[in-house]
């Protein structure tokens, strides 16, 4: 069983997204996985991939392991600086999608010398696991498989052809994905500094409103 | 959904690398390989509509300009070994090309993925 998490510095990172004691479980095949990339122009396709996707290993949120409490947006908080990802957009990816994945390395059959095949092609598919961090419980990451074991190196082909996959998966929910930001959270200082100017505005527009009403 | 997507990698056509060995690019590094082939593209009217670096270092040219609603790209990795990509009426197509044919690459990024 693995242990609890050290506790998270960073305290910009709300608590209900702490590891604390919190084990890691399995990732169901009902749940999605929300993964954060540079942002695209408004009505860009992801076209051939989700901007920045690692193939081997990608990181993502769980959003049933995330709670009723969680957000898309989790996923935009950087869990080892504290320098928030404020402008970066967001992908959804449904876990069942991520399973169902087959993709053949048609260069790997090794045929007989009558032309029939003696090893039919390697298999990448992928798996999902959760990987809890300290400051972000819900934190998983997408591994590559070929034929059921992780590889050290995938041919070049592939990772093109892995890359594509996942940008049709994110493809479906681009629209309304794009619309997640993180919101920039404003200071207490900052909040008074706001209020103040307003009400000093409002104080200035009273006065040179009953300045004009007393000329009449 | 999934069988469609799993059935358009089967029939993608993945072409083995000629030995990579005698290709002109070779001592080039990465960057200037990426250059090398942007600007061979660029004298025959492909312009990248997006070019980036991939989370696995290579870099990505995107066009999706071609007619039929096709979207094709040209990854470069850094070991010089070029990959054309065409997604064509839902089905995609692999290509894996070595650095010194450069005009095959062309070829299928104006075929939309036919060879000839």
New interface residues.
Partial sequence: MAAAQPRCRIRSIPRRLHSGARLEIAVGSDDNLFVRH?ALPPG??Y???I??????D?SGNSERINGSTGKPQDVLYDTKTGDHYFDLQIARLPVA?IL????????TIIYNKDGSIREPAKVFSFEVKHEPTPCMYPHCAIYALRDGDRPRKV???I???I???FA?IAERSREEMSEYRLERKQGCLARIAIMLAALVGSAIAIIVHLRRLALR | MMSELEASFTSAKEAKFPAAADTGAKGLSSWELAEMVKDYLAKRGFTADRSSITGDGSQLLQFFGGFDGIQSGVDIFPNGELVVIVRKAGMNQIFEVAPNELERVATLLTNGGSPT
């Fill in positions: 540079a860009e396709p076209a051939l991939e901007p920045g996707h690692r193939v081997g990608q999608d169902a994945l087959r993709i053949p390395n048609e260069n041919a070049s082909g990772q093109s052809a890359r594509l996959a049709q």
